[in-house]
């Protein structure tokens, strides 16, 4: 981890060798030439060495994991670059404050500086020393930590040892397992009936499923069926010529007639040993944890496709090795039930109890430690063990549950749970490291919304540019390699695919937090459990917290804080950040009760991300011109209506957030007034929801790199300057207008030139007849328009002619879209939809749905159509159909959709006037409640 560390460093030293801070610095100094050529000098020659040892810790890292010499020498470097870190950053502040009259007055009047300065001579002195404390830290690694010249990391001790233990654990309770009937009778089912041709199987998950258990349950028994098997655990060595060699030792020892030559022979001798061996017979070959696609690629020329039945096993964490698999042959294993972890438990901790019994007292706490393994089979296992030889009393089982997430990281019994993510991490490239321990800042079993996290580590310095990619794009690939990884998991994805939100499972996350500790990346405070906060922590995360510890702890060198604690005293929060903490860069305070930022927030020069949400705060302070670092400012859904003149000063704002509007009454909450200047923020990416006003109009043209736009209250008279500046804005993906009132009339005919990169719109008020048919936001070719909203549009004729034309779309919200009495979705209409809200069409009589239409349709919403007479014709002939939703429908209704034959095949729900939707639902089969689905989730897909 110290090698992330490093590369921050790096980066702030490449931004103040950059040409813009070099130009500042000698316009600022240009009686100092001598001593700003000394510090460039000295930053150069740290940062060179910087990258060295870089190099040398990626490549000695996982080598080195338990040696406490490396390990000291490793926080030394980590303290050393956190504190160049630290210089820089006060240099880039000093070089960058030439607008600042009283800077100009101390330095001609010869007063003393202000304390938040330093003078460049200390800044000069400040980076010699930690130079000259570089160099030490080379000569301590060649006395103390020998280890440059220990041949290639690729063949890790650490890695074979721990690849080994748990490979070999995993196979030895196959015989033991729980809740894999269903995936044993599928994978059976490929392996003996999938025909003659060669198949490869994947098995996926995340560690810790059973996934090398399930597969060595299989190959146990179905290895006599086949001329000859192999085992091979892949993680061992990323060599293909030793996995090669490996595989070929396995079938030959089988026949006691090994190759004399075999460990001198090369890659393609191998390959051709292994092709004639296996000419004419039918092999089962299991790859065990396999990481990287690229270790199978030299074995697919080695396997014959000799028409014999053959079959390959993969087990993996990766989501790219699955894509190895032979069509539709990627069996996911997800974590285990309730009822199946429960079984599990109770035969490891109740193992000598007559039918695995679990004592009446023990039950509830039992239960508690149940609930706290998340299904993970790895994590109950281990602690069902464990407790299978302590007292069976409720004291001491009390004790167990109260401090389990200590016995995760400290009990040696339950080592094989902390090997399964330390390898996980092991494994992950550097970039990715910080990524995955930031998510343990966040409170156990939070949501992780993926614009959020972006934006949060773009904040920290964790993205790094690649080629034309936006740091918002390649953060996102970060966060989709995470989840491919199974470091992450997936909750929600949008209609196209698009990842909105996961989690981190808690055994996973308490493993976590061990790690971030122990490599000083962040503190999570809480009640119960907490880290050691001193003066050198740099992340703070204050989960829960019964005192206003920010007020009574001095800590200098914080750079990110987060509060999610909402009871937490917040009068003092930004004033004492503002005192002792001038360095952060991230200090998030959504849900708190703020009410007022104080001026003081200007003197944070480094602050990056600024969160401000479901706060009650209504104005923002003037200095608030002096964060020029800042990118992010979050303000959503706080009391703020109008910002202070000098945020157009903040020419590094790439996302500012504020207000939304409710989306079935038409009344708005008023956007953000902008002042004058709007033009002067050429990095914004995200603006919402900005009030219409004319000069802001007009100034949207300018703005670039603008991806997501949200303007509200727009007069008719401003539609054809929006659609002017709406021309200009190539990179806009995403956009959502919405008029003053239900009577303005909004014309977007003059948009004669698609937006080429929009896939989500929303047109919120009155739309002008001919929009539909001349706007070429509705026109077919390079269209990739994915999501349409049309609220409150009022149409006379039916709009669904011109936007069936729209074939990519995979979402469609229609609110107060139209007055007609009929709606026909025709054969061949909305291939890729797959959700759709029909809500508030007054006029509404009749629903008809042509078989052939909507093909993909998974979510169908009807909600407050308060004339219509039956259930849609058609709807039974959506076959893909998942969620079926009638929202405070009549009684008259309710009783005819009770009679309905051609809906009793669906899972439908509905609600009526006098009764929420989370006490009301109903399936064809009289099936569970689904609370959640549609009153939360599903609301949230279609609006």
Not at 43 to 57: A, D, N, Q
Not at 151 to 168: D, K
Not at 176 to 193: F, S, Y
Not at 893 to 916: A, E, G, K, V
């Amino acid at each position: 981890m110290a090698e992330a560390v490093i590369l921050l460093a790096v980066k702030k030293i490449s931004i103040a060798l950059g040409n813009e801070a070099i130009s500042q610095a000698s316009s600022r100094f240009r009686n100092f030439v001598a001593q700003i050529a000394e510090l460039h000098g000295s930053m150069t020659r740290i940062s060179r060495e910087l990258r060295f040892i870089h190099g040398f810790l990626c490549k000695m890292d996982v080598r080195n994991w338990n040696d406490q010499a490396y390990e000291i020498w490793v926080e030394e470097t980590r303290k050393l670059a956190h504190g160049i870190e630290d210089i820089v950053d006060e240099y880039l502040h000093l070089v960058g404050k030439s607008h600042d009259i009283r800077w100009t007055f101390y330095i001609t009047k010869g007063f003393k500086k202000p304390e938040v300065f330093l003078s460049l001579n200390r800044i000069v002195s400040l980076i010699k020393e930690a130079e000259a404390s570089l160099v030490h830290l080379f000569q301590v690694k060649e006395r103390w930590v020998p280890m440059a010249s220990a041949g290639q990391s690729n063949n890790s001790g650490y890695i074979v040892e721990r690849s080994q233990f748990l490979a070999s654990t995993s196979r030895s309770i196959s015989g033991d397992l729980v809740g894999i009937e269903q995936n044993k009778e599928t994978l059976l089912n490929w392996l003996r009936n999938d025909g003659m041709a060669l198949s490869t199987i994947v098995l996926h998950g995340m560690g810790g499923l059973g996934k090398t258990a399930l597969a060595a349950n299989v190959y146990k028994e179905e290895r006599e069926y086949y001329d000859c098997h192999a085992w091979i655990s892949v993680s061992q060595t990323n060599s293909p010529v030793v996995l090669l060699r490996k595989l070929l030792v396995e079938f030959f020892h089988q026949e006691e007639n090994l190759p004399s030559k075999i460990a001198t022979m090369d890659m393609i001798g191998i390959q051709e040993a292994l092709g004639e061996f296996l000419k004419e017979k039918k092999y089962l070959i299991v790859l065990d944890d396999v990481w990287t696609p690229e270790a199978l690629n030299y074995l697919s020329g080695a396997l014959v496709q000799n028409l014999k039945g053959s079959r390959v096993v993969i087990t993996t964490r990766i989501a790219n090795v699955a894509m190895l698999a032979s069509e539709g042959r990627v069996l996911t294993i997800d974590c285990l039930s309730e009822i199946k972890s429960w079984e599990l438990f109770c035969k490891k901790a109740f193992q000598r109890e007559t039918n695995h019994d679990c004592p009446a007292d023990l039950k509830a706490v039992s239960e508690k430690i149940v609930t706290k393994c998340k299904g993970l089979p790895l994590a109950i296992v281990s602690v069902g063990s464990l407790l299978s030889v302590r007292e069976k009393n409720l004291a001491e089982w009390k004790r167990i549950n109260n401090k389990l997430s200590w016995e995760m990281t400290n009990n040696p019994g339950l080592d094989d749970v902390r090997n399964i993510l330390y390898l996980s991490f092991i494994y992950l490239p550097t970039y990715l490291k910080s990524c995955f321990l930031y998510c343990t800042m966040f409170p156990e079993d939070y949501t992780l919304h993926r614009k959020v996290l972006i934006r949060l580590w773009i904040a920290e310095g964790f993205i790094e540019e690649r080629g034309e990619s936006t740091l918002e794009e390649v953060a996102e690939g970060y966060l989709m390699e995470l989840v491919h990884r199974n470091m992450l998991q997936l909750l929600e994805c949008n209609s196209f695919g698009r990842i909105k939100s996961c989690k981190m499972h808690d055994i996973v996350r308490e493993l976590a937090i061990d790690l971030s500790q122990k490599e000083s990346f962040s503190i999570a405070y809480g009640y119960q459990n907490h880290g050691v906060l001193d003066t050198d922590t740099r992340r703070l995360a204050i989960v829960k917290c019964s005192n206003d510890i920010l007020s009574s702890i001095n800590l200098p060198h914080l750079r990110s804080c987060k509060i999610f604690d909402e009871t937490m005293p917040s009068s003092r929060i930004l004033r004492s950040l503002s005192d002792k903490s001038k360095y952060i860069a991230v200090l998030e305070l959504r849900g708190l009760p703020i009410d007022k930022v104080l001026d003081a927030v200007g003197c944070l020069f480094n602050l990056r991300y600024f969160g401000l949400r479901d706060s009650k705060v209504k104005f923002l302070p003037k200095s608030i011109e002096k964060l020029s670092n800042l990118v992010t400012l979050d303000v959503f859904n706080s009391y703020i209506q109008e910002l202070p003149p000098g945020i157009v000063k903040l020419k590094n704002l790439r996302h500012l957030l504020v207000n939304d509007p409710s989306w079935r009454a038409f009344r708005s909450r008023h956007g953000m007034h902008i002042p004058k200047g709007l033009l002067n923020l050429t990095n914004l990416q995200t603006l919402h929801a900005i009030e219409a006003q004319d000069q802001s109009i007009k100034d949207l043209g300018e703005l670039p790199q603008l991806r997501t736009l949200r303007v509200w209250n727009i007069k008719g008279t401003q539609c054809e300057r929006l659609s002017v500046s709406l021309l200009r804005l190539q990179f806009l993906y995403k956009m959502h207008i919405a008029m003053c009132d239900e009577n303005e009339v909004l014309r977007l005919n003059m948009l004669n030139s698609p937006l080429p990169n929009l896939e989500k719109l929303c047109l919120r008020g009155k739309l002008d007849e001919g929009t539909l048919f001349e706007s070429s936001l509705f026109q077919t070719g390079d269209q990739k328009l994915r999501a349409l909203y049309l609220i409150w549009s009022q149409l006379r004729e039916d709009p669904l002619p011109c936007i069936s034309r729209l074939h990519n779309l995979t979402q469609l919200n229609l609110t107060r879209t139209c007055n007609g009495d009929k709606l026909i979705f025709r054969r061949g209409w909305f291939p890729n939809l797959k959700f759709l809200l029909v809500r508030d069409l007054p006029n509404l009589l009749q629903l008809v749905i042509q078989e052939g239409a909507m093909e993909s349709i998974q979510t169908l919403q009807l909600a407050h159509l308060n004339k219509l007479k039956d259930v849609p014709l058609g709807v039974e002939l959506l076959t893909s159909l998942q969620r079926l939703s009638f929202l405070h429908v009549t009684e008259e209704f309710l009783m005819l959709l009770n009679r309905c034959s051609r809906i009793q095949h669906i899972r439908w729900w509905y609600s009526t006037r006098d009764q929420p939707l989370s006490r009301k639902c109903k399936t064809g089969k009289m099936g569970a409640p689904m609370d959640h689905d549609v009153s939360g989730r599903s609301y949230y897909l279609l609006t």
